[in-house]
């Protein structure tokens, strides 16, 4: 088996591929996109999943488990995979992150929301808390143009930050925002690596059949 041989390199690139192409189109999109900490993740773990493959999992798959299961050992190992990463986010504090928006967009249409679901709602500097929802979070901005919402602190209310996604939600429907060179960019970037995993793929079928065969035990 080659080092880089064209299936190795499709099953590494492409998800993360994928995702690039989605988050460059997330970035050169003009309206708000607000998602949780544990969605993202989820679509960054699937994005890695590829490398995950190549790497860690066909450089220690146990032999006795590869001999014994055949290609039904990819299953096991993927869904191992699949547990670890549901752990890490259900470990994961509360965390709310919003697309193309400007932190001087945001603060009002923040301030004005918190203050109608939350009378007793505090600032200070960046953090807020709220004590009728039980959230304490600080803002977070970024050089991407976005915004992210973090919990400060353990003792969180997951049906409060629910309602806090909701109605930022549906205040941010009106915003827009100007189209962020960045995104394009990564969209640039995420088809020529389409392109050079069609390209290799479609120009080496017998080493693909061949790595393919390899890596099910067939």
Same mark, same amino acid.
């Given at each position: ?13 492409? !998800? ?35 490398? *995950?493959?190549?790497? !860690? ?5 146990? !032999? ?36 193309? *928006? ?51 602190? !353990? ?52 080493? *693909? ?10």
């Amino acid at each position: 088996m080659q080092l880089f041989d064209p299936l190795h390199f499709v099953i590494g690139v492409g !998800p993360l591929a994928v995702y690039l192409l989605l988050i460059g189109i997330l970035n050169y999109s003009r309206k708000p996109f607000i998602t949780t900490g544990g969605r993202d993740a989820s679509a960054l773990s699937v994005a890695i999943a590829g490398l *995950v493959i190549v790497g !860690p999992m066909e450089l220690f798959m146990p !032999p006795a488990a590869a001999d014994r299961f055949a290609g039904f050992v990819w299953l096991l190992l993927l869904m191992f995979y699949g547990l670890c990463v549901s752990l890490v986010i259900l470990l994961m504090r509360p965390r709310l992150i919003i697309y193309n *928006v400007t932190i001087d967009q945001l603060r009002p249409l923040l301030m004005k929301i918190v203050h109608e679901i939350d009378k007793e709602s505090r600032w200070a500097g960046d953090s807020l808390t709220m004590p009728s929802l039980k959230i304490q979070l600080h803002v977070e901005t970024s050089p991407l143009r976005h915004v992210q919402l973090v919990s400060s602190g !353990p003792n969180q209310n997951l049906d409060g930050w629910q309602v806090l996604e909701a109605r930022l939600s549906e205040a941010l429907k009106p915003i827009r925002s100007t189209r962020n060179p960045v995104g394009l960019g990564m969209i640039i970037v995420a088809g020529l690596m389409g392109m050079t995993c069609t390209i290799w793929m479609l120009s080496n079928p017998d080493s *693909v059949a061949q790595s393919l065969s390899e890596m099910l035990r067939l």
